[in-house]
């Protein structure tokens, strides 16, 4: 069984920096992209970029780069989504994603529980 | 970029068939994939690759799409298929495009 284990919640101040993280198991980690989707409090999906494990390569939305940086650590199966200075409008809940398909038929098998980032003074 | 429309929401009385459409210019020519989100949940896939349905989910979703636009039909609605929905699909800058999500109400 494919699955995605997210990080727990987190409550940070403006300015702090965080990283959350998301464990896969189930399946060769190091071959599938991993996505990362905000959803704020009542709102849509919102891509925010992809990551491949294997090599790092990553692609980000454009209404996320220089935001957030995403990394993995294969060797561990994790991924990883971190802020260096965070504001409140990135209090949100967060999910990685497996992406699956080839060409132009992609699309998100399994996904995280989310993790849920408050940033409050 | 590439734009997908929802509708904000859709209302169906249990045991009717709900349709959700995603609409977009020429999505007739892409792969939809369509989600469901119950209410403090992770999103799950329902529909992929226009029509195909994984593992698990029972046959009373479906999905269509032709021109520019797309649909989901859920057949007999019972009150547990009460959530969110959002259609996806892959732009070719590698980019994952939602729609803006539609909120089913069961009557």
């Known amino acids: 069984e494919v699955l995605l284990v997210q990080s727990g919640a987190e409550v940070k101040k403006p300015g702090e920096s965080l990283k959350i993280s998301c464990k896969g198991s189930g399946y060769s980690f190091s071959t599938y992209w991993i996505a990362w989707v905000r959803q704020m409090s009542g709102k849509g999906l919102e891509w925010m970029g992809i990551?491949?494990?294997?090599?790092?390569?990553?692609t980000y939305s454009p209404s996320f780069q220089g935001q957030v940086t995403m990394s993995a650590d294969k060797s561990i199966s994790t991924a990883y989504l971190q802020w260096s200075s965070l504001k409140a409008s990135d209090s949100a809940i967060y999910y990685c994603?497996?992406?699956?398909?080839?060409?132009?038929?992609?699309?998100?098998?399994?996904w995280g529980q989310g993790t849920l980032v408050t940033v409050s003074s | 970029s590439y734009v997908l429309t929802q509708p904000p929401s859709v209302s169906v009385a249990p045991g009717q068939t709900a349709r959700i459409t995603c609409g977009g210019n020429?999505?007739?020519?892409?792969?939809v994939h369509w989600y469901q989100q119950k209410s403090g949940q992770a999103p799950v896939l329902v529909i992929y690759d226009d029509s195909d349905r994984p593992s698990g989910i029972p046959d009373q979703f479906s999905g269509s799409n032709s021109g520019n636009t797309a649909t989901l039909t859920i057949s007999r609605v019972e009150a547990g298929d009460e959530a969110d929905y959002y259609c996806?699909?892959?732009?070719?800058?590698?980019?994952?495009?939602f729609g803006g999500g539609t909120k089913l109400t069961v009557l």
């Open positions: 994603a497996r992406l699956v398909g080839t060409g132009a038929k992609q699309w998100l098998s399994s």
């Open positions: 990551i491949y494990p294997g090599d790092s390569d990553t």
């Open positions: 020429d999505i007739g020519s892409k792969s």
């Open positions: 996806q699909v892959w732009d070719v800058t590698r980019d994952v495009i």
